[in-house]
Nanobody
Framework: QVQLVESGGGLVQAGGSLRLSCEASGSIFSINALGWYRQAQGKQRELVALMPNSGRTNYVDSVKGRFTISRDNAKNTVFLQMNSLQPEDTAVYYC??????????????WGQGTQVTVSS
């Protein structure tokens, strides 16, 4: 089991910045990717950024050049630095962890979500 606790959401004006944090606990050793998803009202949840333990980090096209995902492995924490925020970035942001068991079964874990609201 992996537990994820997010922080850092809030209200910001267009053009502003926010930094989200997510601390993972539990079966940390089994995690092979950390990332962020978001869900705007009335829309499906979408991937924002995914950082696997090995391999390339992926971003959704709409945030490339504005958002940066990073990890502090010593603190089991993943961050999402969001710059040049726009009203269309308004959503609930969810921390995500993918883990793999010793039998190669993959599991998805989600944080509770943190609201990001960008005013125009």
């Amino acid at each position: 089991q992996v537990q994820l606790v997010e922080s850092g959401g809030g209200l910001v004006q267009a053009g502003g910045s926010l930094r989200l944090s997510c601390e993972a606990s539990g079966s940390i050793f089994s995690i092979n990717a950390l990332g962020w998803y978001r869900q705007a009202q009335g829309k499906q949840r979408e991937l924002v950024a995914l950082m696997p333990n090995s391999g390339r980090t992926n971003y959704v096209d709409s945030v490339k050049g504005r958002f940066t995902i990073s990890r502090d492995n010593a603190k089991n924490t993943v961050f999402l630095q969001m710059n040049s925020l726009q009203p269309e970035d308004t959503a609930v942001y969810y921390c995500y962890a993918r883990s793999r068991s010793r039998t190669w079964v993959e599991y998805d874990y989600w944080g509770q979500g943190t609201q990001v609201t960008v005013s125009s």
